[in-house]
C-alpha cells in the first residue's frame, strides 16, 4: 500500500503551534493553498486549500519559519479521522500529515547578509543555450 502526497504551495495564514495535553508534544498546523494544474471556463485558476499537520521539531520549525504567504514544499500522506462536534454530530476531517517541510522562499530580510549556504541568485547566472543539455 502506498500513501504519499507531494504539494507545493502558499500559506494561506500563519502556522498555529500548540501543545498536546499532558506529554506537550509540538504540533503545528497551517493551511496551503495549492494552485489547480488548469484553468475555469472563466480562464481563472483555481486552488485547493489543504490543511497540513506536523509534528515535534518539524512543528516547531515550521511555526518559527514559515508565515502568511510563505512558498513550501511538504510531503506526507494522505489522514481521514472522524470526530463529534460540539452539537454531537459526526464530522470528517481531511488532513496531510506531513513528514518533511521545505521552505522555499528565501524567508531573510534585506538588512541580513547572505551565508556561505545561500544559493545565488537565479537572475545573476549566465547560462547560454549550448550549456542547457536539452
Do not use: H
Not at 501543545?19 to 484553468?39: E, H
Amino acid at each position: 500500500m502506498l500513501n504519499q502526497v507531494v504539494l507545493i504551495g502558499r500559506l494561506t495564514r500563519d502556522p498555529e503551534l500548540r501543545y498536546t495535553p499532558g506529554n506537550g508534544v509540538p504540533v503545528a498546523t497551517f493551511t496551503l493553498a495549492v494552485d489547480r494544474p488548469f484553468t475555469n471556463q472563466q480562464g481563472e485558476r483555481e486552488a485547493d486549500f489543504i490543511k497540513i499537520v506536523t509534528w515535534r521539531k518539524l512543528a516547531e520549525n515550521c511555526a518559527n519559519y514559515l508565515n502568511k504567504g510563505s512558498l513550501a514544499a511538504v510531503t506526507g500522506r494522505l489522514q481521514i479521522r472522524s470526530y463529534d462536534d460540539s452539537q454531537g454530530v459526526r464530522r470528517k476531517a481531511s488532513e496531510v500529515v506531513a513528514d518533511d517541510v521545505r521552505f522555499l522562499d528565501r524567508g531573510r530580510s534585506s538588512d541580513e547578509k547572505p551565508n556561505e549556504f545561500d544559493s545565488p541568485n537565479v537572475d545573476d547566472i549566465d547560462i547560454s543555450g549550448d550549456d542547457v543539455p536539452f
